[in-house]
């Protein structure tokens, strides 16, 4: 167990649809990292916060956002969901901002029907 | 713009051998740091090591080791005495590690290497 959680563990919706993943990073960790793992893509890295503020963006669709809040958890919103959406969605957290050491959440798995 | 590649698409090792899994990266932060994660058929991903490119001594975790050759750009994984267990994708990944450029905090991965271990 890393000490990342994740929920929910699994989700299925429809096209057209929104949706909220939620993560709480370790004790202690001020960074927070967002990661797509879809067949064709690989894994992504989607966002990175720290301690509440947006630090880097990746390959992060605009119809995707994400913010830390003040207790530190992580919030990722899917909107206008695609079949191509469907995907596992991580959350990883570090004590630093330079990443070292990102540990992972057990990761949401995203169905769009 | 950083690089990783994993040229191994698959691997058979027999239990208790050793197993070397490559990586070679690309990049031009003087400071980044290199990772490897394995990723068990239930989908998550556990950390396993880190190297730091400025560390002058390989990184060891138990059973895991890192043969890092900066000049070559590899950082190969070895795994020591295979375990049932031990089945499951593996995944390189690097960090830059300049606040400077955009490759900094975030994680890039190679393609994973799949592993199986038969008795």
């Known amino acids: 167990d890393s000490g990342v959680t994740q929920t929910p563990k699994h989700l299925i919706t429809a096209t057209g649809q929104r949706v909220t993943l939620r993560c709480s990073p370790r004790?202690?960790?001020?960074?927070v990292y967002w990661y797509q793992q879809s067949l064709d893509q690989g894994l992504q890295f989607l966002i990175q916060y720290y301690n509440g503020e947006e630090r880097a963006k990746g390959n992060i669709l605009e119809r995707f956002s994400a913010q830390q809040f003040p207790d530190l958890h992580s919030e990722l919103n899917l909107s206008s969901l695609e079949l191509g959406d469907s995907a596992l969605y991580f959350c990883?957290?570090?004590?630093?901002?330079?990443?070292?050491?990102?540990?992972f959440g057990p990761g949401t798995r995203l169905t769009v029907l | 713009a950083q690089k990783i590649t994993q040229t191994q698409p698959g691997m058979f090792v027999q239990e208790k051998e050793a197993v070397t899994l490559d990586c070679t990266y690309d990049t031009s932060d003087q400071s980044y740091g290199l990772f490897w994660y394995k990723q068990p058929s239930s989908g998550e991903m556990i950390f396993l090591i880190y190297q730091g490119s400025y560390d002058e001594q390989n990184a060891t975790e138990g059973r895991y080791s890192l043969n890092f050759q900066k000049a070559r750009k590899s950082a190969n994984l070895v795994i020591s005495a295979s375990q049932l267990g031990d089945s499951a994708m593996y995944f390189c990944?690097?960090?830059?590690?300049?606040?400077?450029?955009?490759?900094?905090?975030?994680?890039?991965f190679g393609a994973g290497t799949q592993v199986v271990v038969t008795p």
């Open positions: 990944a690097m960090r830059g590690g300049d606040m400077t450029t955009d490759s900094w905090g975030k994680l890039q």
């Open positions: 004790s202690g960790d001020l960074s």
């Open positions: 990883a957290s570090s004590v630093s901002p330079t990443g070292d050491e990102q540990f």
